[in-house]
C-alpha cells in the first residue's frame, strides 16, 4: 500500500509564498494536491501524470501555484506564491494509479496523505 506523507504548511501573509512537499512511499500514475477549507467541499488544486510529463491546474490557482514532481517521480512538490486568503485550506496530496487523465475529482484518488495546513492572513 502505497503511503504519502505531506510536509511545509504554515502561517504566511497575503502575498506571501509557502512550499508544500509530499513523499510517497511508491509510484503512481497521477499525483495531485488538493484543498479542504472549512464547510467547503474538497477541491483539486494541481495534478502530475508521469506517463505524460503534463500538469494542470484550477483556474484559481493559474499563474501563482507550480508543482513539480522529483526524486524518481516519488516526491510532488507545491510551490505557491502570490498567496491570498482564500488560499486558507488544508491541504492534501493524493496518488491513483488510472488509465484516464490526471485532472479527476477527489473520489477517484485512492491514495491520500493526512494534509498539511495552509493559513493565509490578509
Known amino acids: 500500500q502505497v503511503q504519502l506523507v505531506e510536509s511545509g504548511g504554515g502561517s504566511v501573509q497575503a502575498g506571501g509564498s509557502l512550499r508544500l512537499s509530499c513523499a510517497s512511499s511508491?509510484?503512481?500514475?497521477?499525483m495531485a494536491w488538493f484543498r479542504q477549507a472549512p464547510g467547503k467541499e474538497r477541491e483539486g488544486v494541481a495534478y502530475s501524470d508521469i506517463r505524460t510529463g503534463n500538469t494542470d491546474y484550477a483556474d484559481s490557482v493559474k499563474g501563482r501555484f507550480t508543482v513539480s514532481r522529483y526524486n524518481g517521480v516519488n516526491t510532488l512538490d507545491l510551490q505557491m506564491n502570490g498567496l491570498k486568503a482564500e488560499d486558507t485550506a488544508m491541504y492534501y496530496c493524493?496518488?491513483?494509479?488510472?488509465?484516464?487523465?490526471?485532472?479527476?475529482?477527489?473520489?477517484?484518488?485512492?491514495?491520500w496523505g493526512q494534509g498539511t495546513q495552509v493559513t493565509v492572513s490578509s
Open positions: 511508491g509510484r503512481s500514475y497521477c
Open positions: 493524493a496518488g491513483v494509479n488510472t488509465n484516464r487523465g490526471c485532472k479527476l475529482p477527489w473520489q477517484a484518488y485512492n491514495v
